[in-house]
């Protein structure tokens, strides 16, 4: 017996949309939905009889239930692979030619600061920075500000002390790009299985433009057949600049992805599909 663990959150924010539950149901699959309390303990209920799970949680979630299934017996298979735990440990494989953020710096938080600001504007060709965490798993935002002390000693003490990153956390800062519109793709084998493009504002997924030009497709299966990593099944973002030109943003994780207008059906078969198949590779 197989099942899947759907964070309550994701669901009520149609970050998930709703009609996913239903449809996993009837691919045969047990369906829990839980979340945390403000005390961080899970709320709802996993049947005890299933035996293998997989889950779409946010990134915090996803401990949470790893270390509750694996206290009571039951092996958690997330398509939540650890190459994509940090952006380093990809975007080699992505040709420089298909990045929006190329010929960036990669410093230690704590050592931005030390930086000659007039060395790094001519070295981006740029007076404001993109700069984000080599971390992708949350432990703070990625931000778009001015190279100057002020800004960079701003963004550092928030980031300090409002997120879960250290002065020893690695960062990478590119020069400023400016987008006009991004688009989420689900990727399986290597090929584009599903799409989306991306809200704005997360919380307003209603809002969102149902179809994506076929140029994105295209452009994200050519650059998919350069990624080899272990999860066969994860997200893609590509943005088009303001001259019209597709770039490859990141990639994410399966399991902590929104998947906003994406194919509901062609997902959760994937999905399905995926856990019986890891399942298959446990015995």
């Given at each position: 017996?197989?099942g899947?663990?759907?964070?309550?959150?994701?669901?009520?924010q149609?970050?998930?949309p709703?009609?996913?539950?239903?449809?996993?149901?009837?691919?045969?699959?047990?369906?829990?939905i839980i979340?945390?309390d403000?005390?961080?303990?899970?709320?709802?209920h996993?049947?005890?009889?299933?035996?293998?799970?997989?889950?779409?949680?946010?990134?915090?979630?996803?401990?949470?239930?790893?270390?509750?299934?694996?206290?009571?017996?039951?092996?958690?298979l997330?398509?939540?692979?650890?190459?994509l735990?940090?952006?380093?440990?990809?975007?080699?494989?992505?040709?420089?030619?298909?990045?929006?953020?190329?010929?960036?710096l990669?410093?230690?938080?704590?050592?931005?600061?030390?930086?000659?600001?007039?060395?790094l504007?001519k070295?981006?060709?740029?007076?404001q920075c993109?700069?984000?965490?080599?971390?992708?798993?949350?432990?703070?935002?990625a931000?778009?500000?001015?190279?100057?002390?002020?800004?960079?000693?701003?963004?550092?003490?928030?980031?300090?002390?409002?997120s879960?990153a250290?002065?020893?956390?690695?960062?990478?800062?590119?020069?400023?790009?400016d987008?006009v519109?991004?688009?989420r793709?689900?990727?399986?084998?290597?090929?584009?299985?599903?799409?989306?493009a991306?809200?704005h504002?997360?919380?307003?997924?209603?809002?969102?433009?149902k179809?994506?030009p076929?140029?994105?497709?295209?452009?994200?299966?050519?650059?998919?057949?350069t990624?080899?990593?272990?999860?066969?099944?994860?997200?893609?973002?590509?943005a088009r600049?303001?001259?019209?030109?597709?770039?490859?943003?990141?990639?994410?994780c399966?399991?902590?992805?929104?998947?906003?207008k994406m194919?509901?059906?062609?997902l959760?078969?994937?999905?399905?599909?995926e856990?019986?198949?890891?399942?298959g590779?446990?015995?």
């Open positions: 017996m197989h899947i663990i759907i964070q309550k959150r994701l669901l009520e149609n970050i998930i709703q009609e996913a539950v239903p449809e996993f149901e009837r691919l045969g699959m047990i369906v829990s979340d945390l403000m005390f961080d303990e899970l709320i709802g996993i049947d005890s009889n299933v035996q293998f799970w997989t889950s779409i949680s946010t990134i915090k979630m996803q401990r949470f239930i790893s270390k509750f299934l694996s206290k009571n017996t039951a092996h958690h997330p398509l939540f692979c650890s190459e735990h940090y952006y380093s440990k990809y975007i080699h494989q992505v040709p420089p030619k298909f990045r929006l953020n190329n010929n960036g990669m410093l230690p938080l704590a050592e931005i600061k030390n930086i000659c600001f007039d060395h504007s070295y981006l060709g740029s007076y993109h700069i984000r965490p080599d971390n992708a798993l949350k432990i703070a935002e931000q778009v500000i001015s190279i100057n002390t002020e800004s960079i000693d701003n963004f550092i003490n928030d980031t300090l002390q409002f879960s250290s002065e020893t956390s690695i960062f990478w800062i590119f020069p400023r790009k987008i519109a991004e688009y793709l689900a990727i399986r084998n290597n090929k584009a299985i599903a799409s989306s991306y809200p504002d997360i919380l307003k997924p209603d809002d969102i433009e179809t994506v076929d140029d994105v497709i295209s452009f994200g299966n050519m650059v998919a057949r990624i080899n990593i272990s999860d066969e099944i994860y997200v893609m973002d590509i600049d303001t001259k019209g030109q597709l770039y490859f943003l990141e990639l994410n399966m399991s902590t992805s929104g998947w906003y194919n509901v059906q062609t959760c078969s994937n999905i399905s599909d856990l019986l198949k890891a399942i590779n446990y015995f």
